[in-house]
Structure formats: structure tokens, C-alpha cells
């Protein structure tokens, strides 16, 4: 017998035994079914379309009522229509019989969980888990559903840090089922269909406590609760929310009288908040509703209090507890409630802590005693008495900050409490900045420096020059805190109070920071942030002595040339880059950038290059190119260290701490005539055209301004256009962009560079050059969308002006080539989709766009398309594909309309 026929004998044999087998997950699965589980028994394994999603799942034998198939997560869903079969094993021929004609499938609908093919011309890998075995075998798979089984128990796809699964696969299967009914669950709760969601949470809510009892009948550890905590409600810790969410949905079937009063009508409707809307931490989000409530000022306070007290409503919006392993909570009405009276009456009460009945309580106690103490007082005279209250010092902070908030003339809004004595507010804030920074830590408060600090940055922003003893006194109080004047601490929010010092025109604070950070510069453990002040004041004689110290000296560990290793393991730190500006540590670098050694990277000049490749302007460096190349690179960023160095400067960039952290960019000034090559040279332009042509300067929007380079082959990246200029070409003018980014620093042709959005303005990118917003309604409009326009190019751009129109003829009222699409919240939403066959074709309403100049296209009133809205909320989308020339769908724009009732 040849090797090949026994080795094919083999495999007969393993299967054989395989199928013969007893089958382990028959009792699990008798067992879940009988707890709810959905039975795959005599199902076709199909491909089925469903609420606009097509997927494969288990469809069980034509019955009546409603169409169901059964998912890879054990639950069923409504679907629309069953398509063709789908194969559970490799079938070449049926596969390629059917090219062209499988479904394609939506990748974005995360409600079906992980058992999904991305590719429809690819067979099924059957999925490795113990509830994926329990569902091959009820639907009358038995190989399938033993190999699935045996390869969860050999600890297929798990990393070697994890431990094999056990071999009773009960909790596992059954926990993957318990969970996929939650998100089933909470994602019809959302989207407000309370019949599928009542339906859902029934079924966990009885199989939940069938679950918990029969895991401990077999005798099984509890789970590990995530990041140590420890598991306080048994095998299912993860879902503590199932019962609260049922009797929600069970409270919505009951009907409800409307209430006469206009606010608590107000409050009643914020049940129905959407996900998107019912975040508790931004109020600015929370929609029509809630800002009416907030227009209602104080008088809307006390039935907000009664909401917060006594409201047990949820909202259909959730949040995300990572305890609980990612698993979505649902907001309740009371956390809205205490979002809106914070805005209202400007405070946040004190920290929340936790989300129980005892928190809750609590929250209501202190935002009821605000509301009797502080309620009718005049704002700055409000935030006086608190921080006057030797008892309140949970409020001091909030009451420092709001009494130096700047309003938008500049002013203070403490500033009627000037003349104010006995105390006065410069009292009260020296007072309590010498109470917290002495104070010791305790389980409320667990930085008294850090509030020592921020009050003394209010007293400062109050005070001004005069503050200035006690600012020095706090920055001795964070020097040593922890530490010693001989081995001093490196308590970065020095580094501010010391800028600020210097700003308020303390002469002693940047010598006096310059000595702190060369003691601490040796401590290793000293962030890149500590050198801030030498970037901000590279010209300063104390930090140039120290600069020289820090950054020239052999000994330094701060030297790039001597100590590379110290800049390398700093190589994520944003603080490093804006130190170009300072020559000591530029003249450091240079050096360093001469350095072949080799180390565990590999050599240290490519390793320093591919650090400062980062930073915009500079060129990149790939540690995987050949030395050649890798060398030109080396060259290149010396070259443009040398040249462009001192023009860095340093931009805040978001950080959560009490620290700021800074990144490098490249600022050029502005040239009012064509830039000369001696520009060039002396870092100030980053090209010259020449004068061998006529050539001239060109406006920017702004300078720098945001664009994005995209090169013939398609690499696109992000930077700033410092310089642009035209150049007589063939009898025309052609323009030039001095791009500063990602890619490097270049001279590049207009057409290449796109202009990025303003900031906080969230527009689509269409194929031709343009952008698009589709804005909701306007006050007098409740029902109109807007479509704005924008040209990203640097180029001019010609484009139609009318795209949308307000007209009574329906489908006229979109251009020829767009669809509209409403969906809607109702039972019964209007019509899905609405193609314009017939829209307004183009007539000739056409003009140029300048480089980034926006333009209104057109309104729409859906009523004039679909008639009367019922209230709810709508998502309204614009398909313009047929205009940009795109394949359909590539091209979207989408906005939210909500409709009152009446």
C-alpha cells in the first residue's frame, strides 16, 4: 500500500470515529433549548435578507406567523426573504455556479455577531465554539458540530498566555447565547422596536436564573471578573441590567396620559432620547426636548429635582461600563435629569460616584441643598459663598474656575465682586490654595497639591501681578512635594506655574526653573515635557546656560549626541520635537545624526531620523530601507534640522492630565512677494520660483492652512500649506503649494493639494474635488434639509449651484441623479427609498468654486416629498453618486430630522 492510499485511509478512519463518536455537545444542547435557546432542528442553513442586511443564518421549515432565521449567536430574528442555500463546506462547483449571483453582505451591522463571511464566494469556516457546536448539532450535523467542539477544547485561536477552555463547554455556549440576547435586546430598545425587544428580554430574563442554576448544579468555577474586581452576581456578572431593561419595556406597553403641564410634558418625553442624544456628560447633545427644558432656566429646577429623585424611566440610550466587558448600559431618565439641572444651574454638584440607589440619593441630597442654598443668588455672588464655605471644599475648585472664567469680551466673571472685603475673593483663593497643597490625602481627595495648584493658576488669572508671592510659594510647595529640595520631585505643573510666573513678569521664575529641571534632568524617569520653557524661551540666558548644560555637556544624560538611547526610549513623547527651536539641543541632534554605531535598532543615526520623521516637514526614514537610500534620508533631515530648525514652534495637543502636552510644527512667516532662493536658504519659504518667469503670491485661507497632498500614485498625507505661488506656464497661470506634513516638505502642483475641513465642521469628501454637509432643520423649517458644498481643491472649481430645491412636485425637487433616502423611528416610517428619474436635470446654474469657498446647493422640505411626518426621528441621506459620476453609494451625505408632536 503506497503512502498517499494509507494516508487517505487514516483520514476515512478519523472521521468514521469522529462521526461515531459519542456527541459531546448533545446534552449542552438539549440542555439550552429547553432553557430558550433557538433550535436549529430541521433548519437550511441559507442566505437571508433582513432589515436591509443580508447574512447567512439557519432558517427553520416554512410555518406561520412571521419569517425567522436563526444566527451563529443563537438567536432569531425577523427576516424579509430567504435567498439561495449556502454551503457549510467547501463545494467548488456550487460556488462557482452561483458566481455573480450570492448576495452581498453589510459588515457594519455588528448586531450578528462574529460568524459572518466577508467574502460571499468563500465557504463557511465552520466557527470553533461550544454554542457554533451546539447549533450544528441540533440542525442534524454531527461531524460539523463534534469538530467544532473538539477544536474549542484543544484552545483553538487562543493566545498560549490563556489557558485551554474546560471541557464542559454548558457556560461558555451558553454565557456567548445569554450575551448575543442582550445586544439583540438593547439594539431593538434603541431603535424603538419594543415588540422584538419585549420579546427578547422575556426569553433572557427566564433563561438567565435557568442558566446561573444549572452552572451550579455542574459544579463550575465562577468567571474571572475583569481587571481583578471581583465577581459580585454570579456566571452571568456581565448582564446586571436585563431585569431593569424588561420592566422598561413592559412600562411602555402601559398607556400614558399626556401631562398639562408644559415641563413636566418636557420631562416626560425624555424616555424616548436616542442613543445619540441621551449621552448623560453633553448636554448640548441631548436634542429639541431637553433644550427646551434648559430654556426653561430656574423654573424647570424643581420638577427636574422630583425627575432625579423618584424618575425610574430609562431613556433608549446607552452607555459603556468596561467592568462589564464592553456591554451597553442603558441611561436612565435621572441621568439626564441631573445633566440639564447641572447646566442650568452651572455645576456639576460635586464628583458622581457610582451609579446605585445609595449614589443616586446622594446626588440628590447635594444638588437639593445647592438648589435651597445657592438657587436664588446672583452667579458671582453664588460661587463667593461656596468658596467661603470652610465645609463646601468639594466646591472650591468649581467655584475658583467660574469666578476666573473669561466671558467673550475678556471680562471676569467675578468682576462684580471686586470691591468686595472680609474676605475678599484674593483672600478666599490664597486661603484655600494654602489649605489644599498643605493638605493631606484622603479617599476624597487624593491630590491636594494638584488642587493646590489649579486654585493657584485662579489666583493668578484674579490677581495678576500681585499673586505672585504666593505663586512662588506654590511652586516651592511643588518642588518638594514627595521629595527634598537636594532631590526634588518632576512635578511637570512646575513647569506651568512657572511660565505663568513669567508671564505676570517674575524675573526669578525661568532662572529658578532652570535650576529645578538640570537637578531633575538626571532622575530617568523625567518626561520630555520638563524642557517645555526651553522652546518657549530659547533666547532666555538662564535657559540657554542650562540648554547648553543639558543638551552640549559630555556628562549630560541628555545629550543626543552621547546619550541617544535616553531620546530613543522618549520617541512617543510630543514634547521632544518643538526643542528644534533650541540651538544647544539642535546642535545635539546634528551630532547625533553623524552617529553609525549600531545598537539593538540598528544604526543610531536611523534610528534619530526615523524618530524626527514624525515631525511634519521632516523627510521620513523607514528602518527597512537599503543603506543607501537610508543614508540619503540621514542627510536629508540634517539638512532640513540645519535650515528650518529655529522656525519650529510648539501647539498644544488634547491630554486629559494636569499637564499640557506640545507637538513641532513648522511656522514660515509670511512673505508679501514671490520668496528668492536666499529665502530658502535662510529657512524662510520652502521654494523659489525663479525670475525667469513672471511669478506672484497667492492668498492663503489661512496661514498655515490644513491640506492634504495627493500624489499621481495615490499616497495621500496630511500637513499644512505654508506658502503658495503662481507662475506664468503657457500663456497661464499656474499655482504652487510649499506643502509642510507627513510626507515631508515639497513644492507641490495645486491640483494635488487638497484643503482640509475647518475644524468642528463635519463634512463628506465626494469624488471631483468637492465636499458636502447635510444640515438638519432650521426653527422655521422643522422639516428642511440644507445641502452645503465646499471645493477641498487648491484649484478653482466649477460646479452646478442648485443640486436640492423646495417644490410641491415631489421627485423635482432633487437634481437629476441623486436619491433620497428617509428612514424613520415610527411604526410606520414612509418609503425607504425615492430615486430622482425625474429629478430637475441640469440648467446650466453653474459658476466657480474658489479653494475652499462653500456654497448653499439647495433645501428640501421632506413634507412636500412625503406629506405629514409622524413624529420621531428620521435619518434623512442623500445619495449623489449619479452626479459625481461614482458607483452608487460611494457618495453620501446624512442628517437627523426630528419631528415633534403636536
Not at 424618575?311 to 435621572?334: E, K
Not at 468686595?420 to 483672600?427: F, I, L, Q, W, Y
Not at 424613520?824 to 466657480?848: I, K, T
Request: charged share 25%; with cysteine.
Amino acid at each position: 500500500m503506497c503512502r498517499w492510499t494509507r494516508l487517505c485511509a487514516v483520514i476515512l478512519l478519523a472521521s468514521a470515529r469522529l462521526a461515531a463518536a459519542p456527541a459531546e455537545p448533545a446534552s449542552v444542547s438539549d440542555t439550552l433549548v429547553a432553557q430558550g435557546l433557538a433550535d436549529t432542528s430541521g433548519c437550511e442553513y441559507r442566505f437571508v435578507d433582513g432589515g436591509g442586511r443580508r447574512y447567512q443564518a439557519w432558517v427553520p421549515p416554512t410555518g406561520s406567523g412571521p419569517l425567522r432565521a436563526i444566527g451563529w449567536d443563537g438567536v432569531a430574528r425577523p427576516v424579509d426573504a430567504v435567498l439561495g442555500a449556502s454551503p457549510l463546506v467547501a463545494d467548488a462547483e456550487y460556488l462557482e455556479a452561483a458566481a455573480g449571483e450570492l448576495p452581498t453582505f453589510d459588515l457594519d451591522d455588528a448586531e450578528l455577531g462574529p460568524w459572518r463571511i466577508v467574502d460571499p464566494r468563500e465557504p463557511l469556516d465552520v466557527p470553533h465554539s461550544p454554542l457554533a457546536a451546539c447549533l450544528l448539532w441540533r440542525a442534524g450535523r454531527p461531524v460539523e458540530a463534534n469538530r467544532a467542539w473538539a477544536a474549542w477544547q484543544a484552545g483553538a485561536f487562543q493566545p498560549a498566555s490563556i489557558a485551554p477552555p474546560p471541557t464542559d463547554g454548558y457556560l461558555t455556549a451558553a454565557q456567548s447565547w445569554i450575551s448575543a440576547l442582550y445586544r439583540r435586546a438593547t439594539d431593538c430598545h434603541a431603535r424603538a422596536d419594543d415588540a422584538e425587544a419585549l420579546a427578547a428580554l422575556r426569553l433572557l430574563t427566564r433563561a438567565m436564573p435557568l442558566v446561573e442554576a444549572e452552572a451550579k448544579r455542574r459544579g463550575l468555577r465562577l468567571p474571572a471578573a475583569a481587571f481583578g474586581l471581583p465577581v459580585v452576581r454570579g456566571y452571568l456578572d456581565d448582564l446586571p441590567d436585563a431585569p431593569a431593561l424588561l420592566a422598561d419595556q413592559e412600562r411602555r406597553l402601559l398607556p400614558a396620559a399626556a401631562p398639562a403641564d408644559p415641563i413636566e410634558a418636557l420631562i416626560a418625553g425624555l424616555d424616548e432620547l436616542t442613543p445619540d442624544r441621551a449621552w448623560p456628560d453633553d448636554p448640548a447633545r441631548l436634542g429639541a426636548g431637553p433644550e427646551a427644558l434648559m430654556a426653561q432656566g430656574t423654573a424647570a429646577v424643581e420638577p427636574l429635582l422630583r425627575c432625579l429623585a423618584d424618575d425610574q424611566r430609562l431613556t433608549r440610550g446607552f452607555t459603556v461600563n468596561s467592568r462589564f466587558r464592553g456591554h451597553q448600559y442603558p441611561v436612565p431618565v435621572w441621568s439626564v435629569a441631573h445633566r440639564l439641572l447641572a447646566a442650568i444651574l452651572d455645576t456639576t454638584f460635586g464628583e458622581r460616584t457610582g451609579a446605585g440607589p445609595e449614589a443616586r440619593a446622594a446626588l440628590t441630597e447635594r444638588a437639593t441643598t445647592f438648589w435651597r442654598k445657592y438657587g436664588g443668588l446672583p452667579l458671582s455672588e453664588r460661587w463667593y459663598r461656596i468658596l467661603a464655605d470652610d465645609a463646601d471644599r468639594a466646591g472650591w475648585l468649581e467655584a475658583a474656575d467660574r469666578l476666573t472664567r473669561r466671558d467673550d469680551h475678556g471680562r471676569l466673571a467675578g468682576e462684580p465682586l471686586r470691591g468686595k472685603r472680609g474676605p475678599s475673593v484674593a483672600d478666599l483663593l490664597t486661603r484655600r490654595m494654602r489649605e489644599c497643597a498643605l493638605g493631606a490625602r484622603t479617599p476624597d481627595w487624593n491630590d491636594p497639591a494638584g488642587y493646590g495648584y489649579l486654585l493657584a493658576l485662579a489666583l493668578g488669572t484674579w490677581q495678576g501681578p500681585a499673586s505672585l508671592p504666593e505663586l512662588r510659594w506654590m511652586s516651592s510647595r511643588l518642588a518638594v512635594v514627595g521629595g527634598s529640595p537636594d532631590n526634588p520631585t518632576y512635578d511637570l505643573r512646575l513647569v506651568t506655574l512657572c511660565e505663568r510666573r513669567a508671564a505676570l513678569g517674575d524675573a526669578t521664575a525661568l532662572p529658578e526653573y532652570a535650576s529645578w529641571v538640570q537637578r531633575v534632568g538626571v532622575l530617568a524617569q523625567c518626561p520630555v515635557q520638563a524642557f517645555e520653557l526651553f522652546w518657549r524661551h530659547p533666547d532666555h540666558p538662564a535657559l540657554a546656560t542650562a540648554s547648553r548644560r543639558l543638551f552640549e555637556e559630555a556628562k549630560s544624560p541628555w545629550n543626543p549626541a552621547t546619550q541617544p538611547a535616553r531620546w530613543l526610549l522618549a520617541a512617543r513623547d510630543p514634547g521632544q520635537a518643538p526643542l528644534l527651536a533650541v540651538p544647544a539641543w539642535r546642535r545635539g541632534w546634528l551630532a547625533a545624526l553623524s552617529n553609525r554605531e549600531q545598537s539593538d535598532g540598528g544604526r543610531i543615526c536611523d534610528q534619530l531620523a526615523h524618530l524626527l520623521s514624525s515631525t511634519w516637514g521632516l523627510p521620513p526614514c523607514d528602518l527597512d530601507w537599503p543603506l543607501d537610500r537610508r543614508d540619503q534620508a540621514v542627510a536629508a533631515c540634517a539638512s532640513v534640522v540645519r535650515r528650518y530648525g529655529p522656525r519650529f514652534r510648539g501647539v498644544e495637543v488634547p491630554n486629559a492630565y494636569l499637564t499640557r502636552a506640545w507637538r513641532a510644527v513648522l511656522d514660515l512667516p509670511r512673505l508679501e512677494r514671490p520668496a528668492e532662493q536666499a529665502d530658502v536658504d535662510a529657512g524662510r519659504a520652502v521654494f523659489a520660483l525663479g525670475h525667469q518667469r513672471a511669478t506672484r503670491v497667492v492668498a492663503l485661507p489661512a496661514q498655515p492652512t490644513g491640506v492634504v497632498w495627493v500624489q499621481p500614485d495615490g499616497a495621500a498625507g496630511p500637513g499644512q500649506a505654508q506658502q503658495a505661488e503662481e507662475r506664468l506656464e503657457r500663456g497661464g497661470w499656474r499655482r504652487y503649494i510649499g506643502y509642510v506634513g507627513e510626507l515631508g516638505m515639497a513644492m507641490v502642483p495645486a491640483e494635488q493639494i487638497e484643503y482640509a475641513a475647518p475644524p468642528n465642521e463635519h463634512w463628506t469628501s465626494l469624488g471631483g474635488g468637492l465636499d458636502a454637509r447635510l444640515l438638519g432643520p432650521e426653527p422655521d423649517q422643522p422639516t428642511s434639509v440644507t445641502l452645503w458644498l465646499r471645493n477641498r481643491r487648491a484649484v478653482p472649481l466649477r460646479t452646478h449651484t442648485v443640486w436640492l430645491r423646495p417644490t410641491a412636485e415631489g421627485l423635482a425637487g432633487l437634481r437629476q441623479g441623486i436619491v433620497l433616502q428617509v428612514t424613520g423611528r415610527p411604526s410606520n416610517p414612509p418609503a425607504p427609498v425615492l430615486e430622482a428619474r425625474r429629478g430637475f436635470p441640469d440648467a446650466g446654474w453653474l459658476r466657480d468654486l474658489a479653494p475652499g469657498e462653500t456654497l448653499n446647493a439647495g433645501r428640501l422640505d421632506l413634507r412636500r416629498v412625503y406629506g405629514e411626518l409622524a413624529p420621531g426621528v428620521y435619518s434623512v441621506l442623500l445619495d449623489v453618486s449619479g452626479v459625481t459620476g461614482r458607483s452608487f453609494g460611494a457618495d453620501r451625505v446624512w442628517t437627523r430630522v426630528t419631528v415633534a408632536a403636536p
